[in-house]
Structure formats: structure tokens, C-alpha cells
């Protein structure tokens, strides 16, 4: 019992490192660099990156890949879109603020660039698999870029690892207590269907998550933001005043109201920085994974696309539940995390609590699917395509225990895998820029001449 303790209070220090405020200087730092280094990429391409993202263009599926731009947006939408917007949202306003929002949507924004970035080298330096498949993302990068294959494999230890607990166990455990708690079934029941459900999609591969991800994920974020706008809509006076208190508060200490203790400006920030890197995931490294895996001949075309993903889910998703907690005044209630968002949900709209507990399956379930591509493409960075199936099966077995499982110490060494995961990520982003801005500046000098 001693050593357990030791072992939780240790992962406990490294994990207050991996997400502490120099980790997130480093990250949001990162994204105002890119930012300046790109003339704001994010803000002038935004409707081409759109375009690019939605309208099917003739030619996609000739380019080398294995799935469309569209689908690898998916799929990195379904690792990203999550327990973080419904959750993290209420989790950084319940402790920060209204002003948090704020945080998170300056955090979105320089993510942008820095998820850009991330497609841009994924795409440039993938390399076909033994199996015919691309495999890209910051362990080929750091590898073939900065020719440290070293720190690319530490970046694909910390991946695989993540990708079993955030990516994994805790969601499916997340699943099974929702579905327990609305619909009194079995964790059990839970776990078994969910097995079976990931079974089904991962056991094919890629391209088979890229078909049920380009389904599922724009049917559950539609799902959502439509019970959300209907919120919206109905108390559609209040929203300019919800919009001045975000403003307002996150440059302003927020008073104590209801069972809310009050907020620093400090803390509006952290908390707003804090989940919304957690929520959108940028410079983490995670998401160009499955960008490498695109069908394109150009870096750049992918990674406008890919820079969508960050605007779709911080700017508007988290934006969208930030309204909801604030319009139906349920914010300040002293309660957090998803329980907060069922009831503000529940407040504004007649079953509005099956909406979030409907959406929480989804959303969960789908970020099981995109994480086992991200953990999949690690461990066979590490250990070759053999280890694919392997890898696959025990993936499986873990959504399973998950269900069941008493997940403290899980949730912990994940959730500090997870940060780690930046490093390396974040290490080849910064000395790479230049190759970036080259291959910006290349495709925008070719589409002039077009």
C-alpha cells in the first residue's frame, strides 16, 4: 500500500509538471509563434480552409492516402471533440469564471496555427507502411526532420500509453456511469456493447474508422449544438449580456454569487487555458496522426483542413456550452464537470439532460475510436506492423475493463502521458517552423499563379 501511494503521489508531481503553467505558456507560446510566423494563417485562410474541409473536391480520392481530407478531419474530431467540451467547459467556468471562456477561446485561436503546423510536417515527411498505409505524425516528423529518431520514440512511448487510459479506459468507464445513472444498465452491459461496438470499426483499419467517424462525427456535434441552439434561441435576449459578462470577466476578478467562491483573473486564465488546450488537444501532437493518413499530394491542403478541427470544437462546440451554462444561470450553482452541463441542459430545455448524457456516449465512444489509430500507428512506429493486430485486440479487451474498473490512478497516468506527449511534439514544431513557412509560402506563390 505504500508503494501504491508513493507510486500515485509521484505521478501526481509529474502530472502537475506536464499540464502546469509552464507547459502551458509553452504550448499557447508555441501557437502565438506559429501565429506570427504564418501572418496569421488562421485568420486570412479560414474560409478557404472551410471549403477545403467541407465541399468534396474532383480528384481527392486519386491522391495518395488513405482516406479524404474530410474523413482525416473526422477522425481527429472524434479524438478531439469529447468529455472536454462538455465536461471542461463547465470545469473552467464553475472554477474560473465566465471569463474563462474567454481563455479558451484566445487558446483556440493560436491552436489553429499550431495545428496547422503539425499537418503541414505530418503530411510532408509520412512514409508508406509494409501494409500499403500511410503512417505520419510527430514521431516521423521528429525523426526525419530533425533526424532524432530517439525523442520520436519518446514521443510514441508516451503516445501508446495515453492511448489506452485518456484514450481508452476512461472513456468507456465514462460511458458505462452515464449509461448506469440515466438508463439504470449494468456497467457490465455497457462494456460488453462497447467491446463489440470498437470491434467492429478498428478490427479494419483506417480507412474503416474513416467511413464511421466521416458518419458519426458530424451527426453527434449536430446532435449536440442543435440541443444547445435551441437553448440559445430560446433565451436569445440574454445573449448579448452572456457575451459582454465573458468579455468583461476575463479581465476583471469575478465576484462570489450563488455557490460560486469567486475568481481571480489569474485563475480565469489558467482555467481557461488549461481546458481548452485539454479540449482541442493543439500541439499535443495527437491529432496530425491521423492527418498523415489523408489523400493529398500537398502538406498544406491537409493542413487546412486540419486547422478547421481546432475552430470546430474550441470556438464553436465549447462556445455553445459556455452560452448554455451562462444563459440558463446555472454557472454559479457550485456544482462542476458534467454534472453542471446536465443541469444547465436539463434548466433550459425539457430533456435537455438526456441531450448531454446522449451526446457524453457519443462523444466518448467516438474518441475511442480516433485514439486507437493514434495508439496503433505509435506502437507500430516502435515495433513494426507486426504489431498491429496484436496491439488492436488488446485494445479491445481494455474498453472492457474500463467499464468496470475503478479508474483514479488510470485517469492520472494518462492525463500526465497525455501532457508529456507535448514535449517532443512541441520541441519539432518550434525547430521545424521553417519548413512549415516554406511550404506555406509555396502553395500560396503556385495558387497565385493558378
Keep these: 500500500m505504500d508503494f501504491l501511494s ?29 501565429t506570427f510566423a504564418l501572418r496569421g494563417v488562421q485568420f486570412t485562410q479560414l474560409l478557404h480552409s472551410l471549403y477545403l474541409a467541407f465541399i468534396k473536391r474532383k480528384g481527392d480520392t486519386t491522391e495518395p492516402g488513405d482516406i479524404t481530407h474530410f ?27 465566465p471569463g474563462a471562456l474567454f481563455w479558451m477561446w484566445l487558446t483556440g485561436l493560436v491552436g489553429m496555427a499550431t495545428k496547422y503546423a503539425e499537418a503541414v510536417l505530418a503530411v ?40 489506452f487510459g485518456i484514450g481508452n479506459m476512461v472513456q468507456s468507464n465514462s460511458v458505462a456511469a452515464a449509461v448506469e445513472a440515466t438508463f439504470h444498465i449494468s456497467p457490465v452491459i455497457t462494456g460488453i456493447v462497447l467491446m463489440v461496438c470498437t470491434a467492429v470499426v478498428i478490427l479494419g483499419g483506417i480507412k474503416n474508422i474513416g467511413k464511421v467517424t466521416g458518419i458519426l462525427v458530424p451527426i453527434m456535434i449536430a446532435f449536440y449544438m442543435g440541443g444547445a441552439l435551441i437553448i440559445i434561441v430560446m433565451n436569445i435576449s440574454g445573449v448579448p449580456a452572456a457575451l459582454a459578462l ?18 481571480s483573473v489569474m485563475l480565469a486564465i489558467r482555467m481557461g487555458v488549461a481546458r481548452g488546450v485539454f479540449s482541442n488537444e493543439s500541439g499535443l501532437g495527437s491529432a496530425p496522426i491521423a492527418a498523415a493518413a489523408a489523400q493529398t499530394k500537398n502538406p498544406v491542403s491537409q493542413a487546412l483542413v486540419s486547422m ?7 470556438i464553436i462546440v ?43 456516449i457519443l462523444f466518448a465512444y467516438s474518441t475511442v475510436l480516433g ?5 496503433e500507428k505509435s506502437i507500430e512506429y516502435l515495433f513494426g506492423v507486426g504489431a498491429i493486430k496484436p496491439y488492436r485486440i488488446a485494445f479491445i479487451l481494455f474498453v472492457g475493463v474500463g467499464a468496470v474498473a475503478k479508474l483514479d490512478l488510470v485517469w492520472n497516468l494518462s492525463d500526465t502521458f497525455n501532457g508529456l506527449m507535448a514535449i517532443p511534439n512541441l ?11 516554406k511550404e506555406t509560402k509555396s502553395y500560396f506563390d503556385k495558387k497565385k499563379q493558378d
Aim: contains cysteine; proline residues 4%; charged residues 10%.
Design 6 to 34: 508513493s507510486f500515485e503521489a509521484m505521478v501526481g508531481k509529474i502530472g502537475a509538471f506536464a499540464w502546469g503553467p509552464p507547459m502551458l505558456i509553452l504550448l499557447v507560446g508555441t501557437g502565438f509563434w506559429l
Design 71 to 97: 474523413q482525416a478531419l473526422m477522425t481527429a474530431l472524434s479524438a478531439t471533440v469529447g468529455t472536454g467540451n462538455i465536461a471542461g467547459v463547465a470545469t473552467a467556468i464553475a472554477a474560473g469564471g
Design 124 to 163: 510532408k515527411y509520412r512514409v508508406v507502411d509494409e501494409n500499403g498505409e500511410m503512417s505520419g505524425g510527430p514521431m516521423y516528423y521528429i525523426s526525419k526532420g530533425l533526424n532524432q529518431p530517439w525523442l520520436g520514440a519518446v514521443f510514441a512511448v508516451f503516445a501508446s500509453i495515453a492511448a
Design 246 to 263: 465573458i468579455v468583461r470577466e476575463a479581465f476583471t476578478p469575478t465576484a462570489a454569487s450563488g455557490g460560486f467562491a469567486g475568481a
Design 308 to 314: 478547421t478541427q481546432t475552430f470546430i470544437d474550441t
Design 318 to 360: 465549447c462556445t455553445l456550452t459556455g452560452l448554455v451554462l451562462i444563459l440558463t444561470n446555472t454557472w454559479d450553482m457550485g456544482k462542476t464537470g458534467a454534472e453542471l452541463t446536465t443541469i444547465a441542459f436539463g434548466a433550459g430545455v425539457p430533456g435537455g439532460a438526456y441531450i448531454v448524457t446522449i451526446g457524453l
Design 371 to 375: 485514439w486507437s489509430y493514434y495508439g
Design 427 to 437: 520541441v519539432g514544431l518550434l525547430l521545424l517552423t521553417p519548413v512549415v513557412v
